[in-house]
């Protein structure tokens, strides 16, 4: 499974900028997080299972978001 470190190299992984994925993590929840190398900085990391797992979560959110928009236009009373 392929490691991603630095936000540049996730970025490109996930085939937008440096920045999108910085208001991924905030916003949406995006899974990345500062991992510790020897004798290096902290990096952000991520991997191919946190980047599937994260696009599963988004799926549910979107379905659960349209059924509730389904069901609510469905109980409003004929005009």
């Not at 970025?11 to 991992?35: E, Q």
């Not at 004798?39 to 946190?50: I, Q, S, V």
């Amino acid at each position: 499974m392929p490691d991603y470190w630095g936000v540049e190299r996730i970025a490109t992984r996930m085939g937008v900028s440096g920045a999108t994925i910085r208001t991924w993590h905030r916003t949406r929840g995006f899974l990345m997080y500062l991992r510790h190398r020897p004798l290096t900085k902290p990096a952000w990391y991520t991997n191919d299972a946190l980047i599937h797992s994260w696009e599963i979560s988004r799926c549910v959110q979107d379905r659960t978001s349209t059924l509730a928009k389904t069901i609510g236009r469905k109980r409003q009373p004929p005009a």
